[in-house]
């Protein structure tokens, strides 16, 4: 009698340990699959410098690919900006320019854009990222109007700093797919 429940117990124990096992790599897997989630909404920032928004009178800093990135950058960003204006211009190479505008507290700029976007019949428009306060997207000109089709990347987003929003956008002829990218990189930056 006695050997039986020595037998009992040895498979009870084994059960338990297999069932711990198996809870173990359970969480293992669970844990591996958050970190890589987590890994892939962050970005590496190893191609950028920080530029320091604050010598301008916005209280945060950007980061600006550098001259590695394979866009045209120059080592040194300029900013650009009179003293007292809402309108700031930010430069790091003759390609890689964006334009700042202090909002203040105008809160429906970005829909509103969205809106006379999405409007246009003289441009065929190809939203690439959409999200809520940033809008990536290309434009080409409507077929009617163009023989062959030329198609330029563009930007805008509102930021909100301190308290006050901020407008973000490219040049108005565009840019090619890889300078708008690394530019969207660079506003997903600002905190």
């Known amino acids: 009698m006695f050997g039986k429940n ?30 890589i989630q987590t890994a892939s909404q962050e970005f590496d ?7 320091d928004l604050t ?13 590695t990135a394979g866009i045209g950058t120059v080592f040194s960003p300029e900013m650009l900006h009179d003293e007292g204006s809402h309108l700031w211009q930010l430069q790091s190479g003759r390609n890689f320019i964006i ?23 003289a441009f065929i428009i190809t939203p690439i990222v959409n999200k809520d306060s940033m809008m990536v997207y290309s434009r080409s000109l409507s077929k009617q109007y163009q023989k062959v ?15 006050r929003l901020y407008q973000f956008r490219n040049r108005e002829e ?17 905190k």
């Open 6 to 35: 020595k037998r009992v117990l040895i498979i009870v124990v084994l059960v338990l340990f297999v069932h711990i096992i198996v809870f173990y790599f359970y969480l293992s897997d669970n844990n591996k699959n958050q970190a």
């Open 45 to 51: 920032y190893y191609q950028f410098k920080k530029f």
């Open 55 to 67: 010598k301008y009178d916005i209280n945060s800093h950007i980061m600006l690919p550098d001259e």
């Open 99 to 121: 334009f700042i505008e202090d909002l203040g507290e105008l809160r429906d700029i970005f829909q509103d854009f969205k809106n006379n976007l999405t409007k246009s019949t």
């Open 149 to 163: 089709n030329t198609e330029t990347f563009h930007l805008f987003a509102v930021k909100q700093i301190d308290g």
């Open 174 to 190: 565009g840019n090619t797919k890889a300078e708008i990218l690394f530019m969207q990189k660079s506003i997903e930056s600002i």
